[in-house]
């Protein structure tokens, strides 16, 4: 097998046994962006080379000299382009901050430093994370490297392009309500979005503040519950970091699940999903049945208003997030302005892309005098609902099971000209960031055009070890 | 299409029933103003198409009764430390008085010139604007 379709725990058996250098993983990937990256786009930027081989030569050393290496320790990472990186850019995919240098290290970059793993660049992503397909960047779409007329989903796209074609090993991306683990399952890739509080954002560029979090995407579930290891914990800096003992996620990888509660809710087979998908999904089901999982059928019923409540609150904190992008002290300054008021209405008119605009013109609107109570104060409410769902749900079975999106990847400009649909395809992950509990989203077959299918995994607060355990027997029983 | 809505909207019992407002150009420019974002004229007719069918799609919202219904601020408040005999207990705090705060004493932060780096016009040590009066 290639070094670039390798996942990160297969990768450091071989540097341990000395059976490949880290600077070869490095070079292997390099040469892998060098064939795809044309084609795929799944990068903005890239660190500079030279620098990314000089760590790698340092991780060989380590292990010439016999030191022991930290498990991810010369694992080459693709970050996301909304998380800071001291002295390389943080576009967010914006005109606006298409030439901001990030002066501070993210918490979550600085954990990946302290452990050894090597950034080799920034990924494309929707502008602010605004979208589902990677469509809505600057800098152009990427593509699915399953098929390239495809989207690789949204908005951490450009990650799950990158794990997926072998440009990185692992990458992080960043979940609002959907956008690490819609993009996972368009690509064939793992991806956790974890409980809300579980990984610090300090150094994330804020679009939700009440529903952003940070998570893995990886090419298996071993990968990802390393990386988790990496990445949470509490933060001072964040003062939604919740701080409580962190248990070893690689201990939850037992490919066990007698005695499992499995629920499933009837609400998400419904209209609209595809046929494909479904059948999939319903496998997957059977299995985890045939091996001693229990599968209950349960009810959400208050699914159906996950997307409008999702788009009151989330805009209504995009609104506010981006009042900070004023064109004085970062970021794009219009030349056309004579006043302080013009400089900033002309810079954020000038700066800002098309859907950033309408998410903050929508979030303004249902902030502003009169309308607050009927849109924002009542998405608040049913949100509590939403919550209440779940929190029904758990007392009865330990997780949930469902299809990650209701479509395999959509044809790129399949959507753009309708918002709401595009708003649409996050139907099954937004919950999620609603209700704060963690997510992941796993392979589990193809459609017959060979596009992957994902399905998704939800447990209470804090249960990532239960999303584990589950996801990785059902990755090894679909082995078989 | 709005008509209809009225309707259905006032058929359910609801906590509070709001008629949908139609959206105006004037309304755009208004909220555009406030955003602070100076729209063209074209940019301002394609967000009313888009306002109103987004607020339309979310009107679904108003059918659900939420009178009783206590609004979510904090999403894990049960894993922060829940409300003392605080006399601001009561007040708008934040659920479970969740406003957490570091205790005020002064730590390295952002260097001057670090915090300056990015700033598209500066002079001595300050961010530079136009004139403001």
Known sequence: MKIQELPAHQIHKLLVKKEISCQEVIR?????????????????????????????????????????????????????DNMCISGEKTTCASK???????????TVIKRLKEKGLIFIGKTNMDEF????????????????????????????GGSAAAVASGEATVALGSDTGGSIRQPAAFCGVVG??????????????????SLDQIGPITKDVTDSALLL?????????????????????????????????????QEYFVSGIDREVEASIKKSIKLLEAIGAKIEEITLPHTDYGIATYYIIATAEASANLARFDGIRYGYRSKNNKTLSELYEHSRAEGFGKEAKRRIILGTYVLSAGYYNAYYLKGLKVRTLIKEDFNQAF???????????????????????????????????????????????IPCGFSKEKLPIGLQILA???????IFQIAFTLEQSLKK | MVSNVKQLTLKKKTDKIIFLMKITKEDVVYISRLAKIKLKEEEVGQYQKNLEEILLYVEKLKTLPTEKVKETTHILSQFTPPPTSSPLEGEDKGEGGANRLRKDVAVKGLEQKDALSNAPAKKDGCFRVPKVI
């Open chain 1, 192 to 209: 956790l979005k974890p409980t809300y509080g579980r990984v610090s954002r300090f150094g994330l560029v804020a679009f939700a503040s």
């Open chain 1, 28 to 80: 292997e990937i390099f040469k892998t962006i060098g064939e795809k990256e044309g084609e795929i786009h799944a990068y903005l930027s890239f660190r500079d080379r030279e620098k990314v081989l000089r760590e790698a030569k340092k991780v060989d050393e380590k292990l010439k000299n016999g030191e022991k290496l930290f498990p991810l320790e010369g694992i080459p990472i693709a970050i996301k």
């Open chain 1, 395 to 441: 007392r009865k079975v330990d997780a949930i099971l469902t299809p990650t999106s209701p479509t395999t990847a959509f044809k790129i400009g399949e959507k753009t000209d309708d918002p709401l649909k595009m708003y649409l395809a996050d139907v099954f992950t937004i919950s999620a960031n609603l209700a704060g509990i963690p997510g992941i989203s």
């Open chain 1, 129 to 156: 994370a605004f979208g589902s397909s990677t469509e809505n960047s600057y800098f152009g779409p990427t593509h699915n490297p399953y098929d390239l007329e495809r989207v690789p989903g949204g908005s951490s």
């Open chain 1, 96 to 106: 606006i901050l298409e030439n901001f240098i990030s002066p501070y290290d993210a």
């Open chain 1, 229 to 265: 290891n990496v990445i949470s914990g509490y933060d001072l800096m964040d003062s939604t970091s919740v701080n409580i003992t962190l248990p070893d996620f690689t201990k939850s990888l037992i490919p066990q699940v007698k005695g499992f509660k499995i629920g499933v809710p």
């Open chain 1, 460 to 466: 209470p607060a804090f249960g990532e070890e239960k």
